[in-house]
C-alpha cells in the first residue's frame, strides 16, 4: 500500500511539475517574444478603402536598434463624394518601445480642419502612461495598447488607447474562424476576429467594431474591416 502511494504521490508531483514548466514557458514567450516579431520588418504598407475605391494609405517603418524599437506611421485619406470633400485625415505619429515596453507616443492629426495631437509617455517609476491628448489627459495602465495596425497586440489587449485623441477605450476581441484570403498575389491562411467595445453607453460613432484578418506565420494584421458611413477597408499592399 504504501509503495502503491508513493508511486501515486510521484505521479502528481511529476504532473504539477509539467505544468508548471509548461506556464512558465507560455509566460517566458509572451513576454519577450514580441517586439521581436518585428525586428527585421522595414515596413507595412496598407491602402485604406471606402466602398471598394482607394482613398488613402496607412504606412508604417520600423526601426530597430538593440532592444528600442521605433514604428513610424503616416496616414492620409479623404472622402470625396460629387466633388465634396466629406472627410480627411492627415496624420504623423511615433511610436517607441524599450524591451517590448511602449515608453513614448506622439502624434499630430488634422481631421477634417481640426487639429488632434497625442503625447504619451511612460513613467517608471510609478508604472504608468501619463497621456495628454485631445480628448483625454490623465494616467493609463501600461498595458494598454496604441490602436494602430501594425500591431498584432491588439488582438490580446483589453483596452486600447486612440492614437489620434489619446482617449481610453475598453474592448473585447473574440475569434471567429481560420480562413483563407487572397491579398494581391498571395494566399493567405489567417485568423478572422471581432474587436468591439465593451462599453455600451458610448455614442454609436465611438464604438469600436472591426473585423480583423491576422496571419500568424508573418505575424501581420493583413486586413481590416469596419462599417461608418459606407464600408471601409485598410488592407497590405506591400511589407518587407
Given at each position: 500500500?504504501?509503495?502503491?502511494?508513493?508511486?501515486?504521490?510521484?505521479?502528481?508531483?511529476?504532473?504539477?511539475?509539467?505544468?508548471?514548466?509548461?506556464?512558465?514557458?507560455i509566460?517566458i514567450?509572451?513576454?519577450?517574444?514580441?517586439?521581436?516579431?518585428?525586428?527585421?520588418?522595414?515596413?507595412?504598407?496598407?491602402?485604406?478603402?471606402?466602398?471598394?475605391?482607394?482613398?488613402?494609405?496607412?504606412?508604417?517603418?520600423?526601426?530597430?536598434?538593440?532592444?528600442?524599437?521605433?514604428?513610424?506611421?503616416?496616414?492620409?485619406?479623404?472622402?470625396?463624394?460629387?466633388?465634396?470633400?466629406?472627410?480627411?485625415?492627415?496624420?504623423?505619429?511615433?511610436?517607441?518601445?524599450?524591451?517590448?515596453?511602449?515608453?513614448?507616443?506622439?502624434?499630430?492629426?488634422?481631421q477634417?480642419?481640426?487639429?488632434?495631437?497625442?503625447?504619451?509617455?511612460?513613467?517608471?517609476?510609478?508604472?504608468?502612461?501619463?497621456?495628454?491628448?485631445s480628448?483625454?489627459?490623465?494616467?493609463?495602465n501600461?498595458?494598454?495598447?496604441?490602436?494602430?495596425?501594425?500591431?498584432?497586440?491588439?488582438?490580446t489587449?483589453?483596452?486600447?488607447?486612440?492614437?489620434?485623441?489619446?482617449?481610453?477605450?475598453?474592448?473585447?476581441?473574440?475569434?471567429?474562424?481560420?480562413?483563407?484570403?487572397?491579398?494581391?498575389?498571395?494566399?493567405?491562411?489567417?485568423?478572422?476576429?471581432?474587436?468591439?467595445?465593451?462599453?455600451?453607453?458610448?455614442?454609436?460613432?465611438?464604438?469600436?467594431?472591426?473585423?480583423?484578418?491576422?496571419?500568424?506565420?508573418?505575424?501581420?494584421?493583413?486586413?481590416?474591416?469596419?462599417?461608418?458611413?459606407?464600408?471601409?477597408?485598410y488592407?497590405?499592399?506591400?511589407?518587407?
Open positions: 500500500m504504501n509503495f502503491l502511494y508513493k508511486i501515486k504521490s510521484m505521479k502528481i508531483k511529476f504532473s504539477s511539475i509539467i505544468f508548471a514548466l509548461t506556464i512558465l514557458i509566460i514567450s509572451t513576454t519577450y517574444s514580441y517586439t521581436d516579431h518585428y525586428k527585421n520588418f522595414k515596413k507595412i504598407e496598407m491602402n485604406v478603402y471606402r466602398n471598394g475605391e482607394i482613398i488613402g494609405f496607412s504606412n508604417y517603418e520600423f526601426i530597430n536598434n538593440g532592444n528600442i524599437l521605433e514604428v513610424l506611421n503616416t496616414t492620409e485619406f479623404k472622402v470625396i463624394v460629387l466633388g465634396v470633400k466629406l472627410f480627411s485625415i492627415k496624420s504623423i505619429s511615433k511610436e517607441i518601445y524599450e524591451n517590448d515596453q511602449l515608453i513614448e507616443f506622439n502624434s499630430k492629426t488634422l477634417n480642419k481640426k487639429n488632434k495631437f497625442v503625447s504619451l509617455n511612460f513613467d517608471k517609476e510609478l508604472d504608468y502612461f501619463k497621456i495628454v491628448g480628448s483625454y489627459e490623465g494616467a493609463a501600461k498595458n494598454n495598447v496604441v490602436g494602430n495596425w501594425w500591431n498584432h497586440k491588439i488582438l489587449a483589453n483596452s486600447q488607447i486612440s492614437p489620434l485623441s489619446g482617449s481610453i477605450k475598453k474592448q473585447k476581441v473574440t475569434f471567429i474562424s481560420k480562413e483563407t484570403i487572397n491579398i494581391g498575389d498571395e494566399s493567405l491562411e489567417v485568423e478572422h476576429f471581432k474587436l468591439k467595445s465593451t462599453d455600451q453607453n458610448l455614442k454609436p460613432d465611438k464604438k469600436l467594431d472591426f473585423d480583423i484578418w491576422y496571419n500568424r506565420e508573418k505575424n501581420i494584421i493583413f486586413k481590416v474591416e469596419y462599417n461608418r458611413l459606407g464600408k471601409w477597408e488592407i497590405v499592399k506591400n511589407y518587407q
